[in-house]
């Protein structure tokens, strides 16, 4: 120890962490259940819902018990529902027709939703992956995914989803130019509150797998979706998306996974300052629960804890399969 220094710390942090009450005043970041966007999928049939084997503790519903489900997030207090559908493979098409179709299970479900429970918002997928006979986002010619063919069959997807009553469209395509697309199709046809949360930071990841099971999409995928979708060492390029989608009418964005891209939600929240969101996608919930499951990691924990450094990040919210749980406890 320097002559000049005191014989104690200067400065003991522990003072304010000795007790429950001095961490709760200090406490920086809260994690409350208006913060959460609860993903759902949703299958034909009736009284259905079956496990997703990669999911524990996921299930695909058919849409009255969607409904239900929709009763009890609203109950919970949480504020969003973002449906999934899982489409039967033989309405999946090389053209991707079903997904404009307003009766498709997605629009059904929608309807049903808004009908049951006006106030929960609903929030859509757009791209064409779950109707494709490729399993691609966007439809495929001679080997090559189309860019522009592919928008203007999402512009038809959005307009349908607009119709049914879907609150927030979540393009999660990653085509170029299709958020200016869709935003100029909804001012026309009168949807002009209508939001769009742009997949904008949506990066080609290998923790999507246990959703392409999910929605069923992963035995028909050829190939990857490293055309579309960004990749995972690239910053500057995921913020020029961003900046993108916000110039051509996002309302909010998305940056996708979450956990791992923390620093982009960070960056894209500090830079542009827009409503910022994140999705803890299925791989990073599969990995919570399998240790969990064996005994590894205190999955309760982890999983607070977790949304609660999504926050901290600079989330606004986190699509999180962990919603309901996360609000029940939060409810206490
Ligand atoms: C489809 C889509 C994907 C996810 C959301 N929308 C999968 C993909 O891009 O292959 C992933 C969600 C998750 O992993 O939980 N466009």
Not at 144 to 164: C, P, S, Y
Not at 251 to 268: F, S, T
Not at 306 to 315: I, K, Q, V
Request: aromatic share 6%; hydrophobic share 45%; proline share 5%.
């Amino acid at each position: 120890m320097s002559a000049n220094q005191a014989p104690f710390p200067a400065t003991r942090f522990r003072r304010t962490r000795a007790g429950a009450s001095l961490r709760n005043l200090v406490r920086e970041t809260e994690i409350s259940v208006n913060d959460l966007i609860w993903p759902i999928f949703v299958r034909d049939g009736e009284g259905v819902e079956e496990p997703v084997a990669s999911m524990p503790g996921v299930v695909r519903r058919s849409v009255d018990k969607i409904v239900e489900a929709a009763r009890q997030a609203h109950s919970l207090g949480i504020p969003a529902i973002c449906l999934f559908p899982y489409t039967d493979p033989s309405l999946k098409t090389e053209l991707c027709e079903e997904a404009w179709n307003p009766d498709n299970l997605s629009n059904r479900a929608i309807r049903a939703v808004k009908d049951a429970v006006p106030d929960l918002a609903v929030m859509t997928d757009i791209a064409l992956d779950p109707y494709n006979a490729n399993g691609h986002d966007g439809i495929v010619r001679d080997g090559v995914i189309v860019n522009d063919e592919t928008v203007e069959a999402l512009v038809k997807m959005a307009l349908a989803q607009a119709e049914a009553g879907a609150d927030i469209l979540g393009p999660s395509d990653m085509m170029d130019g299709r958020i200016g697309a869709m935003r100029a199709a909804l001012e026309a046809a009168g949807h002009v509150n209508v939001t769009i949360m742009s997949y904008a930071a949506k990066f080609a990841s290998a923790y999507y797998g246990p959703f392409r099971d999910a929605v069923g999409a992963s035995g028909a995928l050829k190939g990857d979706k490293k055309t579309y979708q960004i990749d995972p060492a690239n910053r500057a390029e995921a913020l020029r998306c961003v900046e993108r989608d916000l110039t051509e009418g996002a309302d909010m964005v998305m940056v996708k996974p979450g956990q791992p891209y923390l620093d982009m939600v960070r960056e894209v929240k500090d830079r542009f300052g827009a409503p910022t969101y994140a999705y803890q996608v299925s791989g990073e919930y599969a990995m919570i629960e399998a240790a969990a499951a064996n005994g590894w990691i205190d999955g309760e924990k982890v999983m607070l804890e977790s949304l609660m450094c999504f926050r901290r990040a600079g989330c606004d919210g986190v699509l999180t399969y962990f919603a309901p749980r996360v609000a029940q406890l939060l409810n206490g």
